[in-house]
């Protein structure tokens, strides 16, 4: 699977967007972008997944470049509760049934009241 | 409702000792894995087991031995049991392989 780059902190102002890049410049054309977060002492929460077009759920936005060797994740209106590690994965749909997410440092968000 | 639930959250347990871990989701998933997260919070795959049957086994001390007895349950014993145990164990689930995995609260190990 393609390495992730991210920064390793940020903060954002409660209320205001946050905006989380990720850099995976060698991605492959079978390899799917993933954000999970980990609020402290919490298992792992998935956020949201996609390959080539823009996706949004309930809980984010994911902004994928054309040549797919960035993203960005958004959480539209910050809370306290967005404080975090998020991670970015990018992994490659194998077939065998199963996959394993390979965990990065992420980055760890700090949503400021 | 807990989706994916491990049982203990806290265990504590002198070396050499034989603990297991219980994991199970109600989720119907297929999929069930464990990771590790050790001190420096690098989560890692340890295994990975699609209808009963392991998919993946990571670089893992066989002293850790994951047990399937149906889909909705993977349990993980540990036998002897050293200090470099001490982790927090992390029980996930997923269905197809393109969906997002759901955790569980995890399982702090601590050895003494």
């Known amino acids: 699977d393609a390495k992730t780059t991210q920064p390793t902190s940020m903060d954002c102002a409660e209320g205001r967007a946050a905006n989380l890049p990720c850099n995976h410049s060698?991605?492959?054309?079978?390899?799917?972008v993933y954000w999970y977060r980990q609020i402290h002492s919490q298992g792992p929460q998935y956020i949201i997944h996609?390959?080539?077009n823009n996706e949004t759920n309930e809980m984010a936005s994911l902004i994928i470049t054309e040549d797919r060797k960035s993203s960005t994740l958004i959480l539209p209106h910050a809370t306290l509760r967005d404080t975090a590690v998020y991670y970015c994965i990018v992994r490659a749909y194998s077939g065998a049934g199963s996959y394993q997410l390979t965990f990065g440092k992420g980055t760890k968000l700090s949503v400021i009241p | 409702d807990t989706a994916v639930s491990q049982t203990p959250k806290y265990l504590v347990t002198q070396m050499g000792n034989d603990k297991s871990i219980k994991c199970e989701q109600n989720?119907?998933?297929?999929?069930m894995y464990w990771y590790k997260q050790d001190s420096k919070k690098f989560l890692k795959i340890m295994f990975s087991y699609n209808n009963k049957e392991l998919i993946i086994n990571e670089t893992v001390p066989n002293r850790f031995s994951p047990k399937s007895p149906d889909k909705a349950h993977l349990n993980l014993h540990i036998n002897s049991l050293e200090l470099g145990d001490s982790a927090v164990y992390f029980c996930?689930?997923?269905?197809?392989?393109?969906?997002?995995?759901?955790f569980g609260q995890g399982t702090r190990l601590t050895v003494v």
């Open positions: 060698t991605i492959s054309g079978n390899e799917y």
């Open positions: 996930a689930s997923s269905q197809a392989e393109i969906s997002g995995a759901f």
């Open positions: 996609g390959l080539k």
């Open positions: 989720l119907g998933h297929d999929t």
